[in-house]
C-alpha cells in the first residue's frame, strides 16, 4: 500500500513540474505569481543571479542613464544658446566700444553680461556634475559669481 501511495506520489509530483514549467514560460503572470512566492523564500543568494532579477536592475540602470542624458541634453542646449547670444553681442558691440565715453559702457555692460553668463553656466555644470556623480566638484562659481564689473565712472577715474 505505502509503494502505491510512493508511486502516485512521484506520478502527480511529476506532472505538477511539467505542468508548472509549461505555465511559467507561457504565461506571464503565473511566472510572476510564482516568481513572489519564491521571492519571499529566505535565500537571497540564489535570487540575485535570477534573470528576473537582473532585468530589475538592468531596468533602473536604463532609467538612471536616460535621466542623466536628459539632464547632459538640457544643460548643454542651456549652455549652447548662451554661448550663441554671447558671441552675437559680443559682435555686435565691437562698434560701440570704438567710440569714446560710450566704448567704455558699452564693454562695461558685455563684461558683466559675460561675467554673469560665466556664473550660471557654471552652476549649471557643478548642478549637472552632482547629478552625474553624486557629489560636487571643486568650483571656481562662487569665485566667478561674486567678481566685481567697476563702474563707467570708475574705469574713466582710472584712465
Known amino acids: 500500500m505505502l509503494a502505491k501511495v510512493w508511486g502516485l506520489f512521484k506520478v502527480l509530483s511529476f506532472l505538477g513540474l511539467i505542468v508548472t514549467n509549461v505555465l511559467t514560460l507561457t504565461h506571464a503572470k503565473f ?13 537571497a543568494q540564489y535570487r ?12 533602473q540602470k536604463l532609467k538612471k ?41 558699452t564693454v562695461v555692460a558685455v563684461t558683466a553680461m559675460d561675467i554673469h553668463d ?6 549649471e555644470l557643478d548642478e549637472l556634475n552632482l547629478a552625474l556623480s553624486g557629489e560636487l566638484a ?16 570708475e574705469i574713466l577715474e582710472a584712465m
Do not use: W
Open 138 to 153: 571643486s568650483s571656481e562659481a562662487d569665485k566667478v559669481c561674486g567678481m566685481k564689473v567697476p563702474t563707467v565712472d
Open 31 to 43: 511566472h510572476d505569481f510564482l516568481y513572489s512566492a519564491i521571492d519571499k523564500l529566505p535565500y
Open 118 to 123: 560665466a556664473c550660471v553656466t557654471m552652476q
Open 65 to 105: 542613464q536616460a535621466s542623466h542624458i536628459a539632464k547632459v541634453k538640457k544643460t548643454s542646449s542651456k549652455i549652447s544658446t548662451r554661448l550663441a547670444r554671447g558671441a552675437a553681442v559680443n559682435l555686435a558691440s565691437l562698434p560701440a566700444e570704438a567710440v569714446p565715453i560710450l566704448g567704455v559702457a
Open 48 to 59: 540575485q543571479s535570477s534573470p528576473t532579477n537582473k532585468n530589475k536592475q538592468l531596468n
